[in-house]
């Protein structure tokens, strides 16, 4: 991928500057001739990172670019809200962190020298991203010559000079990063002394005997909590109880659209009449496309690419059959098997393409291409024709594509591709331009299958989502803020919860696109009905906020519900030490601790202090701490833990042998630490530093 790849993706940015001054100047001008409030500037601002407004005007091109990265990272579909919504959060994270280190940088004395920079751009220590761009994929060596070359020409085009002082921006952002992390680094240190204790704590096994008093022996209903007992709890792990960010919490109603039995007749009858009719059609490709809810392409494809339910059979079927229709995965199938043979399951190859806009229309290019196209099978370099004719990315590696199953390619490149023979050249036409196409190689062999295909999904009727909304209107317009529980309960509609929504989230359990639902909720007080019925892709649902927890240190009424449970388990913990201690008086071994309290021992081998879990029962940290720190053969008192209350006796301890190499054991410590430490300084200067998050506004 060469420079021109790079900033393509990064194109928006080069205008975000000269897009942003004109907005400021219209409106600034605009204000001073109608005497409109100046303050009105603000409600363009998504948020402020320690003091520097961040303007909706140059956050959508961040946003729009960090979505774009989402497809092509799944495969180029459709943005779904929970995708967005963390294209959204990644656009502003990256925000934060510009805005945070770019200070903490100069308060630091951090600069990259125009020696430096010369020698990241072009010199004997390149930064990766200029390897990135101009390193030979097949020999991995630097090309040099390319940057150099590439420099010189930007004096004489513009777009390749602003490309160029993009990427230098980021190749200064990822020196800085990286100096930043290398003090960081350099600030951690391991000693002799704890490598040895990590080896051992990683290493030394125990093996013992416990005995165990559940929680769960005692009923929740027997144990009475007082207001003290929560106090007690909450003074005690007060620092769990930071919130990061504001939360809110909903109760509501959806009202169901699933499908009715009426809804699943009609599509029934309405496939049972699509599929005599398929069966006689002539064109079955045309057919199916135009009665199809989901659109297959009509191209071979191998098996694992349709419903498991039809994927195990179809690829049985001979040509001319017809299969379905069936019901699976909440849609009816039919298919017609067009075609079927054996084919290779990836292709190697490499191509030229060629831009017909650039060469006077599609003619030319197609003309130059059956040109290389006798060049090549004459024997010249297809990778140097590929260099110097190419449009493509893949130019800069004689063409490479690598290897490719089906599926990879848009179809025309795929078909020539597969059924075309090892050393074959092609010219084909494809929406990105003319290509010339060599197959290199054909790597093993299935039966693939061209299919019309028709999915009728099972929806509901327009009548049975009119009914959904009336019913949701009526509730909203009956509820009052005091009796939304009570008027469902008399309509014997279910209330569910959604609890601590951030405000930028795009989920909540039991919803199904809910982002305008919480972007209402941050409008609404604490109490209120929000003030419509909305629209989720399972039904409509009218909502209540039931609470808001602030950011930062939540008070004990915040979080009394949360910890309800622990709080009780912290009272069965007392009882049930009482009881297991009076066990242990005046007994001599586990067996009789056993017997007296009516449980039985239980044995445990090879536990490690690094890994501290009673398999089957839970995370113990104060039962195995307590293991490590026991004499062998000595009855323990009770230890309370996170499932119960325990005691135990220690058999025995395995030692691991010394640590062969402490400066190894060291290095990959330090390694750790700093991984860490750089995200907790990033967390410390995030905490320090005055962030107000407007997102839910826009968003």
């Known amino acids: 991928m060469g420079i021109m790849t790079f900033l393509r993706n990064r194109?928006?940015?080069?205008?975000?500057?000269?897009?942003?001054?004109?907005?400021?100047a219209f409106i600034v001008?605009?204000?001073?001739?109608?005497?409109?409030?100046?303050?009105?500037?603000?409600?363009?601002?998504?948020?402020?990172?320690?003091?520097?407004?961040?303007?909706?005007?140059?956050?959508?091109?961040?946003?729009?670019?960090?979505?774009?990265?989402?497809?092509?990272q799944y495969g180029g579909g459709a943005v779904n809200p929970q995708m967005q919504a963390m294209a959204v959060d990644n656009a502003w994270q990256t925000e934060v962190a510009r805005v945070l280190l770019s200070k903490e940088y100069n308060r630091l004395g951090l600069t990259i020298s125009g020696d430096e920079l010369f020698d990241l751009l072009q010199g004997t220590n390149p930064s990766p991203l200029i390897l990135q761009y101009f390193g030979n994929p097949q020999t991995g060596q630097f090309d040099r010559a390319a940057v150099i070359s590439s420099l010189k020409a930007q004096s004489k085009d513009a777009n390749l000079r602003a490309q160029w002082n993009l990427l230098q921006v980021e190749v200064e952002k990822q020196a800085l990063q990286q100096k930043y992390a290398n003090l960081i680094r350099n600030s951690v240190y391991v000693s002799s002394l704890e490598a040895n204790d990590e080896h051992v704590n990683r290493n030394k096994?125990?093996?013992?005997?416990?005995?165990?008093?559940?929680?769960?022996?005692?009923?929740?209903?027997?144990v009475k909590l007082t207001d003290a007992d929560y106090q007690a709890y909450y003074d005690e792990h007060k620092l769990m109880f930071k919130n990061p960010t504001e939360t809110r919490s909903l109760e509501f109603v959806n009202f169901s659209i699933e499908p009715t039995a009426a809804d699943s007749a009609a599509v029934k009858a309405q496939v049972a009449k699509l599929a005599e009719e398929f069966k006689v059609t002539p064109n079955d490709s045309l057919f199916a496309a135009n009665n199809s809810d989901v659109k297959v392409p009509f191209n071979y494809i191998g098996k694992g690419k349709l419903d498991p339910a039809v994927d195990s059979v179809i690829f049985n079927y001979p040509a001319g059959s017809f299969y379905g229709p069936t019901f699976s995965g909440n849609s009816y199938k039919l298919i017609k098997v067009v075609s079927s043979r054996f084919s290779p399951d990836s292709v190697k190859a490499r191509h030229i393409l060629l831009d017909p806009a650039k060469m006077g229309g599609e003619a030319a290019a197609t003309k130059l291409a059956d040109s290389l196209k006798s060049l090549a099978q004459n024997g010249a370099n297809f990778a140097e024709l590929a260099k110097k004719f190419s449009v493509d990315g893949s130019k800069d590696s004689g063409g490479d594509l690598g290897t490719f199953a089906r599926g990879a390619m848009v179809p025309e490149f795929e078909n020539a591709s597969f059924d075309g023979n090892p050393g074959d050249y092609k010219v084909v036409k494809s929406q990105f331009g003319i290509h010339l196409i060599n197959i290199q190689k054909h790597i093993g062999s299935s039966k693939v299958a061209k299919l019309a295909y028709i999915e009728k999904s099972l929806s509901p009727s327009s009548k049975t989502r009119d009914a959904a909304y009336r019913k949701a209107t009526t509730f909203l317009n009956e509820v009052k803020d005091d009796n939304f529980s009570e008027l469902a309960k008399k309509n014997k509609?279910?209330?569910?919860?959604?609890?601590?929504?951030?405000?930028?989230?795009?989920?909540?359990?039991?919803?199904?696109?809910?982002?305008?639902?919480?972007r209402a909720a941050y409008d609404a007080k604490?109490?209120?009905?929000?003030?419509?019925?909305?629209?989720?892709?399972?039904?409509?649902?009218?909502?209540?906020?039931?609470?808001?927890?602030?950011?930062?240190?939540?008070?004990?009424?915040?979080?009394?519900?949360?910890i309800e449970s622990a709080v009780r388990n912290q009272k069965k913990a007392k009882m049930l030490t009482e009881k297991l201690n009076s066990a242990l008086s005046g007994a001599?071994?586990?067996?009789?601790?056993?017997?007296?309290?009516?449980?039985?021992?239980?044995?445990?081998?090879?536990?490690?202090?690094?890994?501290?879990?009673?398999?089957?029962?839970?995370?113990?940290?104060?039962?195995?701490?307590?293991?490590?720190?026991?004499?062998?053969?000595?009855?323990?008192?009770a230890i309370e833990g996170a499932a119960g209350v325990y005691a135990f006796v220690v058999d025995g301890f395995s030692n691991p042998a010394p640590l062969a190499n402490t400066f190894k054991q060291k290095q990959v410590m330090v390694e750790g630490i700093a991984q860490r430490s750089l995200?907790?300084?990033?967390?410390?200067?995030?905490?320090?530093?005055?962030?107000?998050?407007?997102?839910?506004?826009?968003?």
């Open 493 to 518: 509609y279910l209330v569910s919860a959604a609890e601590n929504l951030n405000p930028t989230q795009g989920y909540a359990a039991g919803l199904e696109n809910p982002r305008q639902l919480i």
């Open 526 to 562: 604490k109490g209120e009905v929000l003030p419509e019925v909305y629209t989720m892709d399972n039904g409509f649902v009218v909502a209540r906020l039931t609470n808001v927890k602030p950011k930062g240190q939540l008070a004990l009424s915040d979080v009394k519900d949360q």
């Open 588 to 637: 001599s071994s586990i067996d009789q601790v056993a017997q007296k309290v009516g449980q039985p021992v239980n044995p445990l081998q090879n536990i490690v202090f690094a890994n501290p879990v009673i398999p089957g029962v839970a995370q113990e940290n104060k039962l195995i701490g307590s293991v490590f720190g026991a004499q062998v053969g000595k009855l323990s008192k």
């Open 29 to 72: 001008g605009d204000l001073i001739g109608t005497g409109k409030p100046f303050w009105e500037a603000s409600q363009r601002v998504v948020g402020t990172i320690d003091g520097e407004d961040i303007s909706i005007d140059e956050f959508t091109p961040k946003v729009d670019q960090s979505v774009e990265q989402f497809k092509q």
């Open 205 to 222: 096994l125990a093996n013992f005997r416990y005995v165990s008093l559940n929680y769960a022996s005692i009923l929740d209903n027997t």
């Open 11 to 24: 194109a928006g940015y080069v205008l975000v500057g000269a897009i942003a001054f004109a907005i400021i």
């Open 679 to 699: 995200g907790q300084a990033f967390q410390a200067l995030q905490d320090k530093a005055e962030i107000k998050d407007n997102r839910v506004k826009f968003y």
